[in-house]
Structures are given as C-alpha cells and as structure tokens.
DNA sequence: ATTTGTGCAAATCGTTTGCATCTGA
DNA sequence: TCAGATGCAAACGATTTGCACAAAT
C-alpha cells in the first residue's frame, strides 16, 4: 500500500531528524513533525497545529504542542516569524528568506528564492553584531 | 523659571498636536503626549508609558493607556512597531524609517537615516499592494 | 531504572470590554 | 448640556507552569 509506505518513510525520517536534533522522538513529536514537513513549507500557530493534529487522530495536548514548537525552534527545525499581533507563528522553512504579511487576512507568505536584495545595510550599534535581517514586506487586497 | 517656561511651552504644543488630529486634549491625553514626545524618539509599550505617568504624578488607567496609544496611532501620532514576542510596542517615530532589534535586552532602536537600503523588492502577490516595507536588523551583544 | 516527555488544569500575562461616573467644549 | 473620556473590575485569548502519570532509552 502506497499510503502504508509514505507513512513509513516519513516516520523514519522524521525519526531521525528528531534524533539528530537531539530530541527524542517521542509518539506526538515525530506526529507533529510530520504534520509540519509533509506539506512543504509553512506558518503554523500552535492553535492551529492542535487542530491538525486533532484532526488527524493524533491526540495530544495544547501545552505539548507549546513545548514541542519551542523545542523545534530552539533545535533549529522551526524559524518564529515576527509579525505584529498577538500570535506567534513558526515557519517550517529555515533557511534565509523573507515574508509578505496579508493585512487584514493576517496570513504569512514566503518571499521565494532570492526575492528582496538588501543594498545597504547600517553598522550594528557598537560592541554588537548582526545576527539576521528580518523583510517583512506588508500587502494588502489591491483596492 | 526655565522649567515652567518649557513645561508651558510642551503644553500648548501637544494640545494643538492632538486638536490637530481630531482628538479631544483631555488631561490624560495631554500628559500622556507630553511624556511620549518631550525625549526624542522612543519605543513604548502600554505597560512602559503607565508606569512613566504614574511616577510623573499623573494617576492614569492602564486602560486609557491603552486606548490612549491606539487611538494616536489611528490619528498618525504614533507607529505600532512589529517586533516578535507577545507585547506590542509603539513608536513615537512616524517617519519612513527601519529598527535594530536587540536580542535578550528586547529593546527597539531607530536605524538613523536612509541607513538601509533594499536592491531588489519581489512583485507583490496576484491582486495584492504594497503597503510597506519593514526591515528589522536582529543584533545581540558581541560575543 | 532512570530520565525525559506528556496531559491536565490552574495560573499568568498582555490586552480588551462593559458600564457607571466624570469632564471638556 | 452632553457627546465623548475615563476608571475600574471583570472578561479574554494566548501562552506557561506545576505536578502526577506515562513512555523512551
């Protein structure tokens, strides 16, 4: 069954990520973690993970999720994106990019491949040094 | 008297300011002005500014703080600034302009100038427009 | 066996709201 | 006078925490 060994295979992959991160991979960890590398990139709150995960049979509390977002992040998997509101968003995407922030929609997109040049760039205020560059480029509905 | 003099002066000042901008100049407001635009620019949360009013003798609610901030931001007096964590912060700066972010202190700076400059900006999505660009320079103490 | 993770419910934090009272024009 | 502001306390939504129980190495 095709649907059996995509199962498999992103489990062990998974598996392994989590490993190599240095997270055990425990039964939800490695649920949510496929839940949020199975569909290429994304921006995820942890409300809205709950209710994936709860919709996909995978039982498993809101503070868990809490944990394992945080825990993801700090391990490198996951990227918080800053945007204004109440909400915090993480983005399964970590490498170096940028976002479109929808007004009104409060949605995040990604910015793709190399889509914002940054020409000059100010010193970092004495004694500190530069550790990223956050674009975060606000649209809204033309008209 | 130097500091009457200024005080005054601060007063007429701020009470046109928010005329100017459709807002009644109400006790609270007034002082509230008077404390957000008497330093330069700053970056304030709620919080922040009610403790300033408090220790400057003007007993205010952290709810008119509140409605305070909003509502000279809706008039142009203020800028909400979209930096990650869960406090919003406003910026007495309304001009086009970028910040530095500092890691572990939480604070905001002004980027002076036309310090940033961005090459390249991506097309905005099908039906969208830009708003505005906001460039956030993460930096942390060196070392 | 031991360490680490999980679930639940209560606690906390920032922010908002309802409503009675006050105040500026 | 009276629309508009304020203060308080209660309501709220997002997130965190404490602790007993369960699972991974």
Redesign the pocket.
């Known amino acids: 069954m095709t649907t059996r060994m995509l199962t498999d295979t992103a489990g062990k992959d998974v598996t392994d990520m989590l490993r190599t991160a240095g997270?055990?991979?425990?039964?939800?960890?490695v649920s949510l973690a496929e839940i949020l590398y199975s569909k290429g990139d994304r921006h995820v709150?942890?409300?809205l993970l709950h209710e994936e995960a709860v919709d996909a049979d995978v039982?498993?509390?809101?503070?868990?999720v809490?944990?394992?977002l945080?825990q993801f992040t700090e391990a490198g998997l996951l990227r918080e994106v800053a945007i204004e509101g109440?909400?915090?968003y993480f983005d399964t995407n970590v490498s170096d990019h940028h976002h479109f922030f929808i007004e009104g929609e409060n949605r995040v997109i990604d910015i793709p491949g190399e889509g914002v040049g940054i020409g000059k760039l100010p010193r970092a205020p004495e004694g500190m040094e530069v550790v990223r560059v956050d674009v975060v480029v606000r649209v809204r509905e033309k008209q």
Chains 1, 2 share one sequence.
Do not use: C, I
């Not at 039982?59 to 868990?64: D, M, N």
């Open positions: 997270l055990r991979p425990t039964r939800q960890r709150s942890a409300e039982p498993v509390s809101l503070a868990t809490y944990n394992t945080h109440n909400k915090t």
